[in-house]
């Protein structure tokens, strides 16, 4: 650990403190673990703060060690390099009493939940790591890099002339596949020692390889693919960027129906229904995939669609050839050929409304 690195991170994390000393107090809690889950991302995600600091409460009650391990995933997948100090000292606070005191992680964590709710949202990480675990045209690759010496993927990954997914690809074997691995990714054991040499070099912030070896620790993740992210030329344009708000009210009164989301039970329920019926959506699947592969497509695709949706975006050049890989990655690996993603897309956003209705049954059944 670099000691002037973790002493800007903790000024870092004092000065986010600070800042947030007014945010509002502990309200009344959401139903279960799993709404309140799906509630701390979305609202994260979507900018909305009451959300985001009910959700985050419901959970600290519940599971605290869960509570940061959520956010600290959140931080990666959702910001990233949006607001790659807030993700830094969000890692910090959420590592428990390894860098913090026990009376003050709490009011850390909270108010790091609350600075990622209102940071620039950006998930090119998450997309490239989907991209390497699951998109089948990367065999040749995966397995191609799989045999290369630590020596050869450190050379690969500084090398600011490759492409990314190929700096990418070498950054995550180089830390290890064996230890964070996912997907397709061919099992290696990695060099850690090498890897953190790699991430020290020139044009790398001080608080840069403390966080990415603590987010690896922390979420169990493959995100050592953060860094050439960060560098990456070929494909983000040399890191240009735009940043926009697309807005989001701000909903607290009850439980919005995308908090319900798929990944929840209630939300698998309500897909599970749908799916058992005769309609539109089970007639295109029976022709196309497996009935075990109409689940977990459906979800993967409302996802896209609905929950994938951000309050702000910082987008780099490239982020929407990126974004496309991803949702093939994600909606192909149970079957779906490429070519029927925009068919799926089309049936299930004809059934929005249909979806959105059933929640709010279900919501109103479960009495909450």
Known sequence: MNDIALMQLR???????????????PSWSLPDKWIAASALQKGIRRGQLALTLRALDTLWNIDQRY????????????????????????????????????HKIYTAVRA??????????????????????????LDLLRDRFAHKTPQQLMDIMIDTDRFLLERSTAAWLLAGTKRFGAGLMPEVQGDLGAYE?????????????????????????????????????????????????????????????????????GGKAVIRGMLKENNKLTHWLNMTLPRKAWQPTTEMGLFYLVSDQLDQEYE????????????????????????????LFTILRDNLGEVAGRRKEFILNAGW
């Open 67 to 102: 509570a940061r391990r959520r956010l600290a995933i959140i931080a990666f997948e959702d910001v990233g390099l949006g607001a790659p100090d807030v993700v830094a000292v969000t890692v910090l606070a959420c590592s428990g009493t390894k860098y913090l005191a026990k």
């Open 197 to 265: 040499w790699a991430i020290e070099q020139p044009e790398i912030p001080l608080w840069q390889p403390m966080m990415t070896m603590a987010g690896l620790r922390v979420t169990q993740c493959a995100l050592p693919i953060f860094w050439p992210l960060k560098l990456s030329h070929k494909e983000c344009g040399n890191s240009w960027i735009t940043t926009h708000s697309v807005g989001a009210p701000e909903v607290d009164d009850d439980i919005s129906s995308y908090v319900l989301d798929q990944f929840t039970r």
């Open 11 to 25: 000024d870092m994390l004092e000065t986010l403190i600070e800042n947030n000393r007014d945010l509002p107090p």
């Open 316 to 343: 780099f050049a490239g982020s929407d050839k990126l974004k496309r890989l991803s949702i093939e990655a994600d909606c192909c690996r149970w079957g779906l050929q490429v070519s029927d993603i925009d068919v």
């Open 112 to 137: 790091c939940a609350a600075a990622l709710a209102s940071s620039a949202k950006e998930r090119s990480a998450e997309h490239i790591h989907t991209i390497l675990a699951y998109h089948e045209s």
